[in-house]
């Protein structure tokens, strides 16, 4: 029942080095319950951002590889000293060897599902052994473990939430400005954003985020002749003051996002949003209501012009861009905050834990 309490311990051994989105979620949530009244204890290899964020108790523990039996081994002694009432694991190298130990102690499981992929259909059936029930961070991820034969009885949609960003400063943008947040990658469509500015003679993309597709960004910005207006800024670390200077925010996603935490973020701050209707960002957002979102008959390849003439739609009309900004807002705080999320995981945990 909600509200209940639980001893729970999240699995975090398999994220030595990142500082990304399952990581952050963890550190939101645990501390979250914490703060509740719940027993809970994380995982997490010793000295890694995990660990260095966390202010729920840890045990360190390193996962070297999905079958490593020397983490079977360790998480035996953590279950059978610790006895929780429930095991949490987050990412998917940490999936198999911390719930064998589990179903070995009679722990009750848990899989957060934080990505649209698909699983193999032998791995569905090891995780249908291995697990009690399963959390989706969105209604595109419940989709997805149905649609891998997960029963959907076992299935609980629990959407993601995110502390409010509080801005402490200004970071100086050359205007009008569009930003984009998140890893140089080709799957978040930072190319879409640069090919966009074709059509945006007077507009400045500014990138916030470092990664391998870099170079290639670069490259593409020069070759279209929008070099001297595509600013990448690389890793920052007040992401609250960089977004909030920003005229307008673009998630050029071309891939199923499960959620996104900047689409959030935005939000929190009053953002006027441009977003790829796709995945889960099309239930966060309703288009010309909480953001403009860009639709093609392939969400992977949209169309940059379109893009752009959402982005100067916004920067034509101000009135329309705070509207949109403040339903945002709005909408983020009846909705998308950290102790949304916690309500609704306190009741899937009750119901996995005691059925």
Not at 89 to 112: E, N, V
Not at 289 to 303: G, I, R
């Amino acid at each position: 029942m909600p509200g209940q309490k639980l001893h729970q311990l999240h699995v975090g051994s398999s994220m030595p080095k990142d500082w990304g989105g399952i990581e952050r979620y963890i550190v939101y949530v645990t501390t979250e319950m914490v703060s509740r009244g719940h027993q809970v204890t994380v995982t997490a290899p010793r000295n890694s951002p995990l660990s260095k964020h966390l202010t729920a108790p840890q045990i360190p523990a390193r996962l070297l590889h999905k079958y490593d039996p020397f983490i079977l081994a360790k998480y035996l002694r953590i279950l059978k000293s610790a006895q929780p009432e429930l095991l949490i694991t987050h990412f998917s190298p940490d999936y198999i060897m911390p719930a064998y130990a589990a179903r070995m102690t009679k722990t009750r499981t848990c899989m957060t599902r934080h990505v649209t992929a698909r699983f193999k259909s032998s791995r569905t059936k090891l995780y249908e052994k291995l697990y009690d029930g399963y959390v989706a961070i969105s209604k595109a991820v419940e989709d997805h473990l149905i649609q891998d034969q997960i029963p959907k009885s076992k299935v609980h949609l629990a959407y993601n939430g995110s502390p409010a960003l509080i801005p402490i400063g200004t970071t100086e943008l050359q205007s009008p400005s569009v930003a984009v947040f998140g890893r140089l990658v080709w799957v978040k469509g930072q190319d879409v954003a640069i090919r966009s500015l074709e059509h945006l003679p007077d507009v400045h993309l500014h990138l916030f985020g470092d990664g391998p597709f870099r170079g290639e960004l670069q490259l593409l910005s020069q070759a279209l002749g929008v070099g001297n207006r595509s600013h990448f800024h690389g890793h920052i670390n007040e992401v609250a003051n960089a977004m909030n200077s920003a005229d307008i925010i673009l998630i050029p996603s071309i891939w199923r996002e499960a959620f996104g935490f900047t689409a959030v973020e935005a939000m929190s701050l009053g953002k006027p949003i441009v977003a790829n209707n796709y995945g889960g960002l099309s239930e966060i957002f309703t288009h010309d209501k909480t953001a403009l979102l860009f639709t093609s008959s392939d969400p992977e390849k949209p169309d940059p012009k379109q893009v752009a003439q959402l982005i100067q739609s916004l920067l034509n009309n101000k009135q329309k861009a705070e509207k949109l900004g403040s339903a945002a807002k709005a909408h983020y705080e009846a909705n998308f905050t950290v102790a949304h999320m916690a309500d609704r995981l306190e009741s899937a945990y009750s119901k996995i834990a005691h059925p």
